[in-house]
């Protein structure tokens, strides 16, 4: 399917223009929506993308703040600064009542993230010629795997955010719900649908009937028979591909001279996105020199010495998301770490990487199984599985999912818009 969303249908053609967005501020990307009949629904945000890679880069000669694209064309152009990414990722985490220091200064992680989502917010009302203060924003069926409170604290922390970003009405909608209003503005007939939402940071499943006679209703509990999730995303399939083909590079798996196996810290640090930075401290670096000094196999400790002296933590895990997303459309795919070893590269295959996300997925196909369940529903009973979410697309995962339900239709929607036009369908039923 295309990322340009035509008008909305199935009972929702004769709307006026809303007087509220959607907004999908995730992991990895985000979208902004805004129904407006006879127009696309999303908004374009970068250029003419419609979608704003979740990255900030803070320049350290002139204090420049770049997002999105650009943030991370700067970052690989090798200008000086600080780079970060996956940002939704602090939420519900004790991280997020921390600092983080940019450009020699301690900046609270809250308003980092209220600086993304209002830099967001206005790239949206650009694009609209439109002030947005009320919005429906996407939210994982768990921010927190199994604590309650410690979710609720994670949605709040987001609409405390948005606040400060200049939202003052604010409405929440899981976002398997949202890429569900979606796909039904495009069908024809009734259907019960699996909704299945792998983003950057969580895996998130809902069974819905949707149906044009169902589009316009308002309230819609009713069609909603059961939702789950994990907090198992694209980052994390990034992560286990990088601690399993990528950190034995640098000495992961090794031992010391003293026989001890290598601490794992610094190499766990450098494979997940929002703690890259910690393998660049004082601290760190001393830590590492002296597991240099000590290292069996110096010329791998070398190599994370050098990722570390280069700040290249950010390149290497984008050069292992890259290699993550060839090995989703091809059976083998190579990195070339040229930048922190010269002349080097290293060969992954297909296996490589079903090998390393195998324990993962195998937890999101556990939680499909236990959706099933507690909905008291057949395979045979499910029309469609609707796969959305930038990871969706990861072969093993698809396999596992679609083995669950051999007889139920895939279909395949905007991998990463359909989740924000499917808010700003909301968005019109709960505004107005």
């Not at 949202?178 to 009734?190: G, L, T, V, W």
């Not at 393998?279 to 290292?295: C, F, G, N, T, V």
């Not at 009973?381 to 796969?387: E, H, L, P, R, S």
Request: with cysteine.
């Amino acid at each position: 399917m295309s990322r340009t969303h035509s008008a909305p249908m199935n009972g929702l053609n004769t709307l006026k223009v809303a007087p509220a967005c959607g907004i999908d501020f995730g992991t990895s990307n985000s979208t902004a929506g805004w129904v407006r009949p006879g127009h696309g629904t999303l908004l374009p945000l970068e250029g003419d993308k419609l979608t704003l890679p979740s990255v900030i880069f803070f320049h350290a000669e002139d204090e420049e703040v770049r997002y999105g694209r650009a943030a991370l064309a700067d970052y690989l152009e090798g200008y000086e600064g600080r780079l970060m990414r996956s940002l939704k990722s602090l939420l519900g985490t004790s991280m997020i009542d921390d600092f983080t220091e940019v450009a020699g200064r301690a900046l609270p992680f809250r308003e980092l993230l209220a600086r993304f989502v209002g830099e967001l917010k206005q790239r949206a009302e650009l694009a609209a010629g439109h002030e947005f203060s009320r919005a429906v924003l996407g939210r994982p069926v768990f921010f927190i795997d199994d604590d309650a409170a410690a979710d609720q604290r994670a949605q709040d922390t987001l609409e405390d955010v948005a606040r400060k970003a200049g939202l003052r009405e604010i409405a929440f909608q899981y976002e398997p719900i949202a890429a569900a209003f979606d796909y039904e503005s495009k069908i024809s007939s009734e259907e019960l649908v699996l909704v299945v939402d792998i983003g950057g940071g969580t895996s998130d499943f809902s069974l819905i009937r949707v149906g044009p006679k169902r589009a316009g209703r308002a309230e819609r509990r009713d069609d909603i028979l059961a939702n789950g999730g994990v907090h198992i995303g694209g980052t994390d399939f990034d992560r286990a591909l990088s601690l399993a083909s990528m950190m034995p590079m640098l000495g992961l798996g090794s031992s010391l001279k003293s026989g001890l196996a290598m601490p794992s810290a610094p190499y766990f640090n450098l494979a997940t996105w929002h703690t890259i930075n910690m393998a660049y401290s004082k601290k760190a670096w001393s830590e590492i020199s002296d597991l240099h000094r000590e290292a069996s196999d110096k010329p791998k400790l070398e190599r994370l010495q050098s990722v570390v002296r280069e700040r290249a933590g950010h390149w290497l895990a984008l050069q292992v998301e890259a290699a993550k997303i060839d090995l989703s459309n091809s059976a083998q795919t190579q990195i070339d770490i040229g930048r922190i070893a010269a002349g080097e590269s290293v060969s992954l295959h297909r296996d490589d990487l079903d090998r390393s996300i195998n324990g993962l997925v195998t937890t999101v196909e556990q939680t499909v199984s236990k959706l099933l369940r507690d909905a008291g529903l057949a395979a045979d009973g499910i029309d469609t599985v609707f796969f959305t979410g930038g990871s969706s697309g990861v072969p093993l995962l698809r396999q596992r999912i679609l083995a669950l339900l051999p007889q139920a239709r895939s279909v395949e929607g905007d991998l990463f818009g359909s989740i924000g036009a499917g808010l700003a369908l909301d968005a019109q039923r709960k505004f107005g």
